[in-house]
Structures are given as structure tokens and as C-alpha cells.
């Protein structure tokens, strides 16, 4: 409350009067609401009035112990004060049973307001209302993204979290009586509008970050279904990257910009060859968010076909891709001239400023209209060695089996063994190019022989990598740079695969497998702002450190029995501790969670 100073002239003489004023929020905004009129006070400097205001505030929730008897204004405020503002049984003077005093229904309010509030700064609520979707599906749509942010959980588990968090409190009470039906309700209607909401939000991420619209990491990975998925026509078996070769899977194609935000996603057969995906990629970027020309699209070597490198360039786009490693042996005397190779610098990582960084060295070569960078890695040097000690020790052990079957004679026929060593070449294509297989059929042995100069031209390309790009405006170091960024999709994979918990799928429609994992990108979408506006400030926390933390700032109700049998519940969060208000400030967010709701219960009448 405060006080507020009037004028008004009344046939040439001006009469002042003050007004006890405090401020409400409505529908339109925060306005000022009028309590009464105090009259003319007596003169007092005008600093003293908000002083007085607060007495007078006091004196009316029943706090005159504190007033002063011998101010008059106060008096005669507190009795205007009285007469014109009813006396609600919350703002009357109660007298409170100590002993009783509790407090219930705690619920974690932190990582929800963040998530919600998010929600709204991204414009969620407004791109889904302009789908045409009732609120009512727009708040489970928030609710169940919100839930993939914060404590994944499917469908049938959902309504128990959401009864366990503070989100009934922040979105509306109809959600504590919510059940899994309306929720598979809302994954299809999702499932038509995905491709425009995804559209509607980038548009508004590029406008709300500033973010570069010229640059495309575009990756590929798997996720595997618990079940036979029957019937979904795109659950195949085919190269798990979950190690489930088990189960059938679908693969997630996913381009996101340079700075981490996701672009567009699309959604492949489980069987479906990384190579034959880039077409369909670069058509949903064309028709959603635009390719403009001279655009630049970072693709791993798994797509580094001449016929993907080929399409790009026919949409007058350019490439930044890794070559494959039959293309890197054929530079072999390049890596052996020292001369060429300059060092990249690299910067101490901002989460672990006493990690070292692997030392890195890069080349450029011009070569037709390609431009090549070598890359050498000293990190890369003992993991490459690894991968093929390991390859070459298995290959060893199988072929060990395969001759002690034929010594034995369980293995035969020739053409049986010569299936056996192709199963072999193929189940090793890493290190089996090393080996000379064949089988002798007049001494009937298998003869197996290393070819030393392959062996010693593998150890020399160890750490060794190949980059080729179309762009002639690159150094080295920069289209080492840009390649590196490819980094950011595959750690998108991990926060979609672990923090928002996107496998196991346990859906089997083709229909609510798609919206399931649209739910994932649209948590990624909030994932990814809150560490990229922590990342702007010079904060390099994840996630899921936030997430921990922020679950100690909680709502709760305060129960305050009186000694009349009546009770006084008021539903409140918790004060912010000093980590929270630290989060808040900055993400930008308000500390207030919630604006206090008082309820009162009459004591109960005891029968006759």
C-alpha cells in the first residue's frame, strides 16, 4: 500500500486530499485500486507517507500493538481503512495454535518453472494455439514436454509424476486428475502439425538468439523398440549405434545450426543406409526453415559419397565432409612430409580448464576443385591403434576356429570354406585388407599371411583423417573448425538418448513413434536455450547440473490451525536460496514462482 496526493479546484480555491492506494494485478496489468480516502492529513514530510502507509497495512491485518497512540493520522486512517475495505477472515486477526502448525504437499517447483517458463519465452503456447489445438492439448503438450525436460517417464507414468511436481500449481489443477488417455489423445493430434510447429520454432529461435541461418551439421542416429513393433512399417533390424542388433529400431536424421539449436528432423526405416538419407535431409530443410545459397552442410563420412557430394553441389550449396579411409591411404606421402602442418590452438575446455587438449596439426592441399585439409591427431594416434589391435586379435581368434573345423574335418567342401573366409573379410573389413585368406585344397589347410606393407602403411596413417570441402575461402584451421562443430549433433544424440530418456520406445503406431520422438526434439529445443543462455554469460553448466539443484526450491502448504477449530492453508513457495536466485538471474527468469492462495476451513460442527 501506499499513499497518493489529489487536487482538485472547486470555484477558485484548491482542496488536497489523500488516497490509501495499494496495487492489484487484472487481466489487463498491475492497475492501482483506491482502499479509501484519508482526508486531509495533517502536514508531514513527504517521505513519511509510505511510513505511514505500512502502519496503517499493519493496523489492518491486526497488528496495532505496533501503532503509535499518539498519531492521529494513523488513527484515523486505520478507522476510514476499516469502515470502507470489508474485513476478509485471511486479513483478520486470528489467533494461531503453535502446536499444529505444519506443513504439507511439498513439491519440487524449480526445474518446472525454469521449463515453463522457456516454454512461453520460445512462444510454445502461442505456435501451438495457431495449429488450431484446444488449450487443453496445448497444456498436455507442455506438460509432457516439460516431463521429457525434467523426469522422463511414459505415458502411463506421467500422470504420477505430474501429481508428485509443482506443475498442477503452475499450469492448472485439472492436471492432478489427469490419466494416460488424454495423453496418447495428445501425441495424435500432434503428430499432423509437427512439421509446422518445428518450423514456427526455429523462426522464432533465429529471431530470439540471433542465430546464423547459413550453416547445417547434419547427423544420424538409431532407437530401438521393446517389442515387435508390427505395426510400424519403419521398424526394421539394421546398424544399431545402441548395441541392440536385437531389436528393431528406426533411424533420426537431425540437423541442427552452429550454434547447437535443432534445425529439422526426419525419421527413417531402422535398415536405411546413412548415404540415402542426405537427399531426403536437405528436401525438409528446403521446405521448412530454407537452404540459401551458399549454404554450408557438415556431413560425416558415412554420407561422403560422390553422389551425395554431387547433390549438394546441384543445390548450390557447399560441403564440409571427412573423407573415407580408402581416400585418406592415398595420401600417404603427404603425411609423411613434415613441412605443411601447422598447429592448431586449441583453448582449455570451459567445464574442465585443467583438462589437456590432444595436440592437432592440419594441412592444406588444393587438389582440382576441392579443397583437402590433413589432419593429424595425436590423441588420435593410440585409439586408432587400439581399434585395430582389437579388430586384428578377433579376426585372429575366428580364423584359429575356422582352421582347427577344417583340421577336424567338421569344414569340408571348399566352397563352404571360401563362405566362411568371405563371412570373415566381411564381419572385419577393418583389418582383414591386411590379410591374404585363401584356402589350399591339395593341402587342405588355410593359409592365412599378413602383407607387411599394408600392415606398416596402417601404422603410418594412424591419428591420420582427411577433410575435403568445396569452399576455396577456408584455411585449414577453419574447415577444421567448422568440422568439428559436427560434435554438437552427436551430443545432441546423447542429451536426446540420456538426459530426456528417448529410448527405449515402447509405441508400436508408426503415428505416436514419430510424435514420441518429436516430444524428445521439442525438450532438446529447451534443453538446448537454457545452456546456450548460460553459455552466453560465461556459465558452462549442463542440464542436468541445473535440474539437481534447482530441485530443493519447492511449494508447499503452511497449515495454521486457530484455537477457535478453524484453518488457515496457505499454498506457497518456498523462499529461493541463494543457487537459486543465482539460476534465475541468469536465465533472465522472476524468483516468484507463484503468488500465494489462502484457503479457509470452518471447524467441524460435532453431531448432537
Not at 539449436?261 to 527413417?268: L, M, N, R, W
Not at 528436401?283 to 530454407?290: I, K, M, N, P, S
Not at 538418448?497 to 520422438?517: G, N, Q, T, Y
Request: hydrophobic share 40%.
Amino acid at each position: 500500500m501506499f499513499i497518493r496526493q489529489t487536487r482538485h479546484s472547486v470555484q477558485g480555491r484548491t482542496y488536497t486530499n489523500y488516497l490509501l492506494v495499494e496495487s492489484v494485478r487484472t487481466p489487463k496489468g498491475p492497475r492501482q485500486k483506491v482502499v479509501c480516502s484519508l482526508g486531509d492529513l495533517s502536514p508531514r514530510p513527504r517521505q513519511d507517507w509510505l511510513k505511514l502507509a505500512h502502519k496503517i497495512e499493519a493496523a489492518l491485518i491486526g497488528q496495532d500493538d505496533l501503532l503509535d497512540p499518539g498519531d492521529a493520522d494513523v488513527a484515523q486512517g486505520v478507522a476510514k481503512a476499516r469502515a470502507h475495505r470489508p474485513r476478509s477472515r485471511a486479513a483478520a486477526t486470528i489467533a494461531i495454535d503453535p502446536a499444529g502448525v505444519c506443513s504439507e504437499a511439498h513439491r519440487a517447483a524449480g526445474p518446472v518453472h525454469v521449463g515453463l517458463q522457456i516454454w512461453r519465452r520460445l512462444g510454445l503456447d502461442s505456435i501451438l494455439r495457431e495449429r488450431k489445438l484446444p488449450p487443453k492439448t496445448c497444456r498436455l503438450a507442455c506438460a509432457m514436454v516439460l516431463n521429457r525436460l525434467i523426469a522422463p517417464a511414459s505415458e502411463h507414468a506421467m500422470p504420477d509424476w505430474i501429481r508428485r511436481s509443482a506443475l498442477a500449481d503452475l499450469l492448472g489443477r485439472e492436471l492432478d486428475a489427469i490419466d494416460p488417455p488424454p495423453l496418447y489423445r495428445t501425441l495424435d493430434r500432434l503428430y499432423p502439425h509437427r512439421a509446422a510447429i518445428e518450423t514456427a520454432l526455429v523462426a522464432r529461435e533465429r529471431s530470439l538468439f540471433n542465430l546464423e541461418p547459413t550453416l547445417f551439421l547434419y547427423d544420424l542416429t538409431s532407437t530401438y523398440f521393446e517389442g515387435l513393433a508390427n505395426h510400424n512399417p519403419k521398424a526394421k533390424r539394421g546398424y544399431s549405434r545402441d548395441k541392440r542388433p536385437d531389436a528393431k529400431q528406426v533411424v533420426i536424421g537431425l540437423a541442427i545450426g552452429r550454434e547447437g539449436f535443432p534445425v529439422a528432423h526426419e525419421i527413417f526405416a531402422g535398415n536405411v543406409q546413412d548415404r540415402a538419407t542426405l537427399a531426403t535431409m536437405l528436401d525438409r530443410l528446403a521446405e521448412r526453415v530454407g537452404l540459401p545459397e551458399g549454404a554450408t552442410v557438415v556431413i560425416d563420412r558415412g554420407m561422403a559419397f560422390d553422389e551425395n557430394l554431387a547433390e549438394i553441389q546441384r543445390r548450390k550449396l557447399h560441403y564440409v565432409v571427412a573423407a573415407r579411409q580408402s581416400e585418406r591411404d592415398r595420401w600417404l606421402a603427404e603425411y609423411d612430409e613434415a613441412a605443411g602442418f601447422t598447429p592448431v590452438l586449441r583453448t582449455p575446455s570451459p567445464t574442465n580448464p585443467a583438462q589437456k587438449k590432444t595436440k592437432v596439426e592440419v594441412k592444406l592441399v588444393r587438389h582440382e576443385s576441392e579443397t583437402h585439409v590433413l589432419c593429424v591427431s595425436q590423441g588420435r594416434v593410440q585409439k586408432d591403434r587400439a581399434i585395430r589391435l582389437k579388430h586384428e586379435g578377433r579376426l585372429l581368434a575366428d580364423l584359429d576356429r575356422l582352421r582347427a573345423r577344417i583340421e577336424e574335418g567338421r569344414l569340408k567342401k571348399p566352397p563352404k570354406i571360401s563362405e566362411a573366409i568371405g563371412r570373415l573379410k566381411e564381419r572385419y573389413p577393418r583389418v582383414a585388407r591386411y590379410y591374404d585368406l585363401a584356402y589350399d585344397a591339395a593341402a587342405q589347410a588355410l593359409c592365412a599371411s599378413r602383407n607387411e606393407e599394408r600392415h606398416a602403411r596402417a601404422e603410418q596413417l594412424d591419428g591420420c583423417y582427411l577433410l575435403k570441402t568445396s569452399r576455396s575461402d577456408l584455411s585449414a584451421e577453419e574447415a577444421w573448425r567448422i568440422y568439428a562443430l559436427l560434435t554438437r549433433a552427436e551430443a545432441a544424440f546423447r542429451d536426446m538418448k540420456s538426459p530426456l530418456s528417448e529410448r527405449p520406445i515402447f509405441h508400436h503406431k508408426e503415428r505416436r513413434v514419430e510424435a514420441h520422438i518429436f516430444l524428445c526434439v521439442l525438450a532438446f529445443h529447451l534443453l538446448i536455450a537454457i545452456e546456450h543462455t548460460l553459455r552466453s554469460q560465461g556459465v558452462h553448466t549442463s542440464w542436468a547440473s541445473l535440474r539437481d539443484c534447482l530441485g530443493t526450491h519447492q511449494i508447499c502448504t503452511i497449515v495454521l490451525p486457530t484455537t477457535a477449530g478453524a484453518t488457515l492453508r496457505i499454498r506457497k513457495a518456498s523462499t529461493p536460496e541463494p543457487e537459486h536466485l543465482e539460476i534465475y538471474r541468469l536465465l533472465g527468469l522472476p524468483s516468484e514462482i507463484m503468488r500465494p492462495k489462502k484457503t479457509w476451513s470452518e471447524p467441524a460442527i460435532a453431531a448432537a
